[in-house]
């Protein structure tokens, strides 16, 4: 089955840091992946849309200045959090868009950020 | 523009009773419906998905969910509580545009507590 990872699984990091997470579609090529975000005991909310080889596509209220996307080939996207503040702490989560279906998105473990 | 409402935050059943988690959505564009589970720090996992066809859609761990459009629901349901059915639930709405597969939007999730 389509595996997506993501790495770290963890970080922790001061205030005013960036921390670049990555998430990686293992046995399928993905033009196109997703990038959601859940704090604690909360919803997944849909940061930005992540498309191999050109600019990702934000959905209101998220900064693109502050989460840098980069789809540089078929099967990693990066999402770097620059000058990270507590209030960035939350679960990131990837999801990688089905290559063989249209409706499905396969999704990664997730990665815990705390800003301290 | 699409929502998804869950109705109850925290659902708490017996072990062996029925399980009804509710999903009711809006949205301006035939539907492509979800139900994820998550467990604790951990990502999303498929328990089943509505695209087109037969409305009553099966999926994993004994679990369906019937489409009804003059309701705008997808309620979730089994028909027998284990209790390794402790978890999140999260009711996902979709659509599809010219590459496929929107970004998903979430409810709020339903906690699911199975009593012994």
């Known amino acids: 089955g389509a595996v997506v990872s993501q790495h770290p699984s963890r970080v922790i990091c001061k205030s005013g840091t960036s921390v670049k997470i990555e998430c990686r579609s293992l046995?399928?090529?993905?033009?196109?992946m997703f990038w959601y975000r859940q704090f604690p005991k909360q919803s997944l909310m849909l940061m930005a849309t992540s498309n191999e080889g050109s600019k990702a596509t934000y959905e209101q209220g998220v900064e693109k200045d502050k989460f840098l996307i980069n789809h540089a080939s078929l099967t990693l996207s990066t999402l770097t959090v620059t000058s990270a503040h507590p209030e960035d702490s939350s679960f990131y989560i990837c999801?990688?868009?089905?290559?063989?279906?249209?409706?499905?998105?396969?999704f990664g473990p997730g990665t815990r950020l705390t800003v301290l | 523009a699409q929502s998804v409402t869950q109705l109850g935050s925290h659902v708490s059943v017996s072990e062996g009773a029925l399980v009804l988690l509710r999903c009711n959505y809006s949205s301006s564009v035939p539907p492509y419906l979800f139900w994820y589970v998550q467990y604790p720090n951990q990502g999303l996992q498929l328990l089943l998905k509505?695209?087109?066809?037969?409305?009553l859609v099966k999926g994993i761990n004994g679990f369906e969910a019937e489409f009804k459009k003059s309701e705008t629901s997808f309620h979730l349901t089994k028909p027998s509580a284990h209790m390794s059915d402790a978890a999140e639930y999260f009711c996902?709405?979709?659509?599809?545009?010219?590459?496929?597969?929107?970004?998903?939007?979430f409810g709020k999730g339903t906690h699911l507590i199975i009593q012994p």
């Open positions: 509505y695209t087109t066809g037969a409305t």
């Open positions: 999801s990688a868009r089905d290559p063989t279906g249209v409706v499905e998105q396969f």
């Open positions: 046995d399928f090529q993905a033009t196109t």
């Open positions: 996902a709405v979709s659509s599809v545009s010219g590459g496929g597969a929107d970004g998903l939007t």
